[in-house]
């Protein structure tokens, strides 16, 4: 069955005693199924935190959605470096605000060249999440935002992350003309997800993200990419503010924030 191929690739894989195996269930997909694995394969051969210190190379099989996916690791993140960029954790706090894994995630997605030292814009930056990620990979940033409570919190919280050289803070309004004045690599941004969180004078939340997409696409170089975040329920108004201002989808995921908020989560093209 199932499980039987599973195990003979996995064994099969193993020709030197400096290999481990590690299995797990994302987000608890085949849970079960990982610990029959787990009983089955030889204890001397599941990775420990001591065989992965020793260097051994790890054989990971993951299985998710009905899907098992069996590959090396090359590489492993540690959390512990995130932990101190928390939004609770910096000198300035906004509830809400983006936890930072998932805002270099966006920067990432916006393709902007580290070897370049290109230019990423978070017209909605708040207390300045995506600016601190963009800076610490070696980036320029342009943080803006029309609240000028945010716009103080974000230079405090980027100057305790020592970006204060590569990343530009201004007060501005990012449905307005003068983001258009810009022009960047890239945009990565979070914006408000229902009108009590949006600017003042904002007559609704989709007016504004519609006028905000039509000034990025005039600040944005052509061929570059933009990733944002919106509420699910106006997709459809937004996905056509996207074609009429010159933009392809290239992604879109969905993310559920909580039981009332599903955001789709779009990576499009500058065309």
Not at 127 to 149: N, P, R
Request: aromatic share 6%; charged share 25%; hydrophobic share 40%.
């Amino acid at each position: 069955d199932d499980k039987d191929l599973l195990i003979k690739l996995m064994k099969d894989s193993i020709d030197r005693d400096e290999i481990c195996i590690a299995i797990d269930s994302v987000r608890g997909f085949g849970k079960n199924i990982a610990e029959e694995l787990i009983k089955i394969v030889h204890p001397k051969n599941i990775c420990t935190r001591r065989k992965i210190d020793e260097g051994f190379r790890v054989l990971k099989l993951s299985l998710v959605a009905n899907v098992a996916f069996i590959y090396w690791l090359i590489y492993r993140r540690r959390q512990k470096m995130y932990i101190d960029r928390e939004p609770q954790h910096r000198p300035c706090y906004r509830p809400g605000t983006m936890k930072p894994l998932l805002a270099k995630t966006f920067v990432n997605l916006s393709r902007v060249s580290i070897l370049r030292r290109e230019t990423v814009l978070d017209p909605f930056c708040g207390v300045g999440g995506f600016a601190i990620e963009a800076c610490l990979m070696g980036l320029e940033a342009i943080c803006s935002d029309i609240d000028e409570h945010m716009v103080r919190g974000a230079q405090v919280n980027i100057a305790r992350y020592g970006c204060c050289e590569s990343v530009d803070v201004i007060q501005m309004d990012a449905a307005l003309e003068a983001i258009a004045n810009l022009r960047v690599d890239g945009i990565a941004t979070d914006p408000p997800y229902n009108i009590q969180s949006a600017p003042r004078g904002a007559k609704s939340l989709t007016d504004l993200l519609i006028s905000f997409i039509d000034e990025a696409s005039n600040a944005l170089r052509n061929g570059r990419y933009m990733v944002f975040a919106t509420p699910i329920h106006i997709g459809r108004s937004i996905e056509n503010a996207l074609s009429e201002s010159g933009f392809k989808i290239i992604e879109k995921h969905l993310d559920m924030v909580h039981g009332s908020l599903t955001r789709a989560i779009y990576v499009v093209k500058k065309i």
